[in-house]
């Protein structure tokens, strides 16, 4: 073949490119010598010297096509007038149009490839872009020619579809109305026909750039629509009447799941999404009171077939129409929440507290996971209801105890027990579930930091990896600051085991016996919740500790020095070999009830004003020690009342089967309400504190503010510790205006400016 342009006949090349075309259009055999030679009058054709015949080819091309879609109209497809439904007997009319369609547009493919010479040189070339159609104000349709396997199509649509529309479309919406309703089963060639057919009003339509579903949602989409919400009507209305709520429920989801199928079978992708909100609006959306109407009883019986059901169709709603589900189950979780722990009681209160509510919140949290698939909202609607559990006050007057009763939780499995690190470490893990919910965290905070001080102080802890673990825990809750402090208490225990290490080297040097084992923990005072009331306490050590506590303040001082030591004795405790009795007996007790004993070393009595005046202890202190040393039958009183003269004499006529034992009786006369007051007290005046600080530091950067906009700065700052009332921050802005740190804006009664 040459490629060089030369002059031609178009009138001596058509007849035979015609004659191929129309063997192509029809799917005749076409052989390769032929086709090649075809391909090749095309290109001859568009490169004609010297004026190319491109446009005649494609408007004789175009008359050709128009020629052959009327012929396929009148004599393959178009009903017989003189018949209702088939010609002579025939298919009827959808399987000739499938039968026509399928080999038309077959081979409009071919004939596009035969023409793609014409297609690629000069059609595309002569295209008008996107960017002229759109701000052009042009129209694509009528100011270009199109690709031959487009014009192929748009001539299919002008003159069969147009033609044939408003049967084809009746035929589809019958077929569809009667595999609805239970008619006569369709067959898979049958959806094969009818999928075919209306996908053929897509196909027609595809090239173009925009609106390329436009016909067939006017032709198929709409109508069907319409027709479906009638149907979805009507089908409800019998549901209602026949119905309960939960077998409702499950037809609709039936119907739900059918539609699928059958747009999945007969439509366009699109329009499965419009069919299925029309379908909701028809079953759920109108229908929401009838629903709604025994969710209160499935939400309280936990119905979970049926309130999966629920969820099902009320999933795709808006989230305000799922709002009285929501908040049924909220409720219900605060019912069950309130009535789990509304009756704790005994000792153990915070065991059952913490361990009744993980109970509640695991319970609730798999029957989202297994109903609801885990949605967002019922998560919220959890953690609201637990929150609001969590922190409720009994009374207007009253303090909630969760936060105490979270941290005695904690302390109950860090001590040391019979429990296993792995229980212990799981059990720690679900404990903080609990503890995020907590709004009041300083005086969960408080309440630890006491716990830990003891476990600490008196060797309690059953890990101290454990104990690392859960602080770890707390700073990944709360972030670091909130864990400052417990840090620090940790760091002084291992810095006092080194120190004793030191000491006792120290000992062995200088070739010193102090007469007693002794242990000292050095304790920052800012980092220890200790209460500064106790630390006053006086006390006149007996002469047994004297020696010891001088050579540790004299090799400490010398070790550190400028640093003030302070001595605690009411936190100390020791053991005392008991060896008058008829057995030996080693009592772990207080300093103060052990200074008690050894006054007893050199006589068998004394008198309540000796032993006082001679430890120089206040009468509290007094009171409470001996008392434990008299309930415990080591000590005998001559009278109940422990006045200047009361005689007390040692028990000789002691016994106990067990021959090493403690005495803490003493650690526990405070009242469980007095610690809680004491720590709420510190709680209060921290948060003054705290909320001063902050405001200071706002004020600092901001200069000027209005006074509500300084409310939520301060609100925002302190929500992850604590939520301060209204009425404390404003007194504590006044006491800052009164300290003179920040000033009412003159002119401006709610507006505050920093003082530099």
């Known amino acids: 073949m040459s490629l060089t342009p030369k002059s031609v006949d178009f009138n001596e090349i058509w007849p035979n490119l015609r004659s191929t075309a129309e063997a192509v259009i029809t799917l005749g055999n076409v052989n390769r010598s032929d086709w090649s ?103 694509s349709d009528t100011m270009e020619q199109m690709e031959i396997g487009e014009l192929g199509l748009d ?84 549901l209602l009447k ?11 989801i039936n119907k739900f799941e059918e539609e699928t199928k059958r747009a999945k079978k007969f439509l366009h992708a699109t329009s499965m999404w419009r069919l299925r909100k029309k379908c909701e609006d028809r079953f759920v959306n109108r229908r929401l009171d009838f629903i709604y109407s025994e969710c209160k009883e499935m939400v309280s019986q ?11 169709l009320l999933k795709p709603i808006a989230d305000d129409l799922k709002s009285q589900l929501i908040q049924t189950f909220l409720d219900h979780i605060k019912n069950e929440g309130l009535e789990t722990i509304s009756t704790l009681s005994g000792e153990n209160i915070h065991i059952q507290f913490v361990e009744n509510m993980l109970k509640v919140h695991q319970k609730f949290h798999e029957l989202i996971a297994d109903v609801f698939e885990n949605d967002s909202l019922f998560l919220s609607a959890l953690d609201k209801a637990c929150a609001s559990i969590i922190n ?62 003891k476990r600490l102080i008196y060797e309690q802890s059953q890990s101290m990896d454990a104990e690392e673990a859960m602080i770890n825990r707390l700073k990944q809750a709360c972030g670091y600051e909130f864990t400052t402090k417990l840090h620090r208490m940790f760091t002084d225990i291992s810095l006092s085991v080194d120190l004793n290490i030191k000491f006792n080297n120290h000992l062995k040097e200088e070739n010193i016996d102090l007469g007693i084992n002794l242990s000292i923990k050095v304790l920052q005072a800012g980092a220890w919740p200790l209460g500064p009331a106790q630390v006053v306490i006086p006390f006149a050590v007996p002469q047994e500790f004297e020696k010891s506590i001088r050579m540790f ?3 400490y001082h010398t070790s550190f020095n400028g640093r003030k030591l302070t001595w605690l004795h009411h936190m100390c405790n020791g053991e005392l070999k008991l060896g008058y009795l008829k057995k030996t007996y080693i009592v772990t007790m207080q300093t103060y009830q052990m200074a008690m004993l050894l006054l007893f070393e050199s006589c068998d009595s004394l008198t309540c004003k000796e032993i006082q005046s001679t430890l120089q202890l206040n009468s509290e202190t ?16 001559s009278s109940e009342n422990l006045e200047g003269n009361t005689k ?39 948060r003054k504190l705290y909320l001063q600080a902050a405001i200071v530091r706002i004020m600092k950067s901001r200069k000027v503010l209005k006074h509500n906009a300084l409310i939520q700065e301060i609100l925002s700052q302190s929500r992850v510790s604590f939520t301060p009332s209204i009425s404390m921050i404003k007194k504590c802005i006044e006491s800052l205006i009164d300290k003179q740190y920040i000033e009412r804006t003159p002119n401006s009664g709610d507006e505050y400016s920093y003082v530099a």
């Not at 026949?242 to 609709?252: A, I």
């Not at 936990?302 to 099902?312: A, F, G, P, V």
């Not at 009171?623 to 434990?628: E, F, G, I, V, Y």
Request: glycine fraction near 2%.
């Open 155 to 238: 001539i299919w649509h002008i003159y069969m579809i147009k033609s044939l529309s408003d049967d084809l479309v009746k035929h589809i919406l019958e077929d569809i109305k009667a595999d609805r309703c239970g008619g006569p089963e369709i067959t898979p060639n049958r959806v094969k026909i009818i999928s075919s057919v209306v996908h053929s009003f897509v196909q027609v339509r595809g090239y173009k750039r925009t609106g390329p579903l436009k016909l067939y949602q006017e032709l198929v989409e709409f109508p069907l629509v319409m027709a479906s919400a009638d149907y979805y009507d009507n089908e409800a209305a019998k």
């Open 648 to 686: 007390i004499e040692l028990n000789f006529d002691y016994s106990n089967k067990r021959t090493k034992f403690k005495i803490t009786a003493a650690i526990q006369k405070e009242t469980q309400q007095e610690q809680i007051e004491h720590t709420i007290s510190a709680v209060d005046e921290d």
């Open 37 to 139: 030679t075809r391909f090749s009058d095309v290109y001859t054709l568009c490169v004609a010297h010297p004026e190319p015949y491109a446009d005649r080819l494609y408007n004789e091309t175009k008359q050709f096509l128009e020629n052959h879609v009327q012929n396929m109209l009148a004599t393959r497809v178009a009903p017989d007038p003189c018949s209702t439904s088939s010609v002579n007997g025939g298919p009827d009319l959808l399987q000739r149009y499938y039968d026509a369609w399928t080999e038309y547009s077959q081979g409009v493919k071919y004939l596009d490839n035969l023409y793609s010479y014409l297609n690629q040189q000069h059609i595309k070339k002569q295209k008008i872009s996107d960017a002229e159609v759109v701000y052009g104000n042009l129209s």
């Open 622 to 637: 007094f009171q409470k020690h001996l008392q434990s040393l008299l309930e415990s039958k080591l000590l005998i009183a």
């Open 392 to 453: 409720r006050r009994p009374g207007d007057r009253q303090t909630c105890r969760s936060a105490e009763y979270v941290a005695k939780y904690c302390d109950t499995l860090l001590k040391k027990s019979k429990t296993s690190e792995a229980e212990i470490d799981q059990k720690l893990t679900n404990n903080i579930t609990i503890f995020k919910y907590i709004e009041d965290k300083d005086v969960y905070q408080k309440f630890y930091s006491k716990l830990l001080a």
């Open 302 to 312: 936990e119905k979970r077939k049926d309130l999966r059901n629920m969820y099902k």
């Open 553 to 555: 303040e004299e090799f």
């Open 242 to 252: 026949t119905c309960t709520v939960s077998q409702y429920m499950e037809e609709v």
